[in-house]
């Protein structure tokens, strides 16, 4: 399948002493020609507002987008639910106590709808997904610092259904290894519930009078409840080889309630390099391997993916620059035999429009 995409974003600001005012927008009109091409315009629109003084920083943020699960650079080889519209709303606090301690807490909520059906079961994948969290932050030294974290997340189909909500408490901590390098680690507890509903049938009477025939078994709906405890794990590390090239490697584990299945597991794992070759061309290369696991209350599904991903940039002029992309991924959607490939190689020219600034 080819693909021709055309994309542009405007943003504004306004800016005060102590606050601030971001609009950004951004539209892609794509067209398609091949196997299951699909021409459309996706794009979305985000406003950010933000506060900040000597001890307190607010920020809050409403953004939505239009997309789709089947564009060429996501290379989602195993889904392809139809058109998504997002509505994401987020707020954001954070104050220092004393010279070494400080707090944060953040609330989202989310609605996401597919508005092309592809399939009868895709109506039903609609949700909602909310989540508040807590944290302190200690820097032991300048170098190290240790944080918890605690959060809750809840999930809920649109139409009723599926529903699930995790609770999790987790400590980090980061450290600086020198000038070059840096290193962190994240551990911590969760215990999810989750509930769906189920169709099964029972005896109104004593069980005897319905193994004999005499009473007729009844259909009862009732919700199917489950739960169960868990880890979550996660680590980072960045090296800085000169000025030229860095290396960074990334690993973790998470459970939280999204997406139409309630709960997802997810384990993930990457690796980038990236290097400047000159002052006007740069390069990266990546590799990635995710695993998740949908935790539905009757069936867990699981679907995993590897990724590698290529890039050149080269600057043409201060506002002109040539990229180039290839990226090859492998997707199982079922952990089983079926497997589906994905080759896709892009090339753009990217314009940035001149920036007018103005102050009173």
């Known amino acids: 399948m080819k693909t021709l995409a055309l994309s542009t974003t405007v943003g504004a600001s306004r800016r005060a002493e102590n606050s601030a005012t971001l609009l950004n927008a951004t539209v892609t009109a794509l067209q398609q020609w091949g196997r299951g091409g699909n021409d459309r315009i996706d794009g979305g629109v985000s406003v950010t507002q933000s506060y900040n003084d000597a001890l307190n920083t607010v920020s809050a943020t409403v953004q939505y987008t239009q997309d789709f699960n089947n564009l060429v650079q996501n290379a989602d080889v195993t889904v392809n639910p139809g058109q998504r519209r997002t509505t994401i709303v987020s707020a954001g606090w954070g104050r220092a106590l004393t010279e070494r301690l400080s707090a944060n807490t953040q609330v989202s909520a989310s609605q996401t709808s597919y508005g092309q059906q592809t399939a009868a079961v895709v109506a039903s994948n609609n949700f909602r997904n909310a989540s508040v969290s807590a944290g302190l932050s200690y820097a032991v030294t300048e170098i190290d610092t240790v944080s918890v974290q605690t959060s809750h997340s809840d999930y809920r189909a649109a139409g009723g259904g599926n529903r699930s909500s ?195």
Not at 294 to 315: D, E, I
């Open 166 to 360: 995790t609770n999790e408490v987790s400590v980090s901590a980061s450290h600086v290894l020198g000038e070059r390098s840096n290193a962190s680690l994240q551990l911590g507890v969760y215990q999810t519930d989750s509930s769906s509903p189920r169709i099964r049938f029972a005896c109104p009477a004593a069980l005897v009078l319905c193994q004999l025939g005499l009473v007729q078994l009844i259909e009862v709906r009732d919700q199917a409840k489950t739960s169960g405890t868990g880890l979550s794990y996660g680590g980072s590390y960045r090296y800085q080889f000169g000025e030229t090239s860095s290396l960074s490697f990334s690993y973790g584990s998470q459970q939280s309630p999204s997406g139409a299945e309630g709960v997802v597991q997810n384990k993930s794992l990457s690796l980038s390099f990236g290097h400047s070759f000159s002052e006007t061309l740069n390069g990266a290369m990546s590799f990635a391997m995710s695993r998740s696991t949908s935790q539905a209350t009757v069936l867990n599904q699981r679907s995993q993916r590897k990724t590698v991903a290529l890039s050149l940039s080269k600057q043409l002029s201060r506002d002109l620059s040539l990229q180039s992309n290839y990226q090859w991924t492998e997707g199982n959607s079922g952990g089983g035999g079926d497997t589906a490939h994905s080759n896709s190689i892009g090339v753009a020219l990217k314009y940035d429009w001149p920036t007018f600034q103005a102050s009173r």
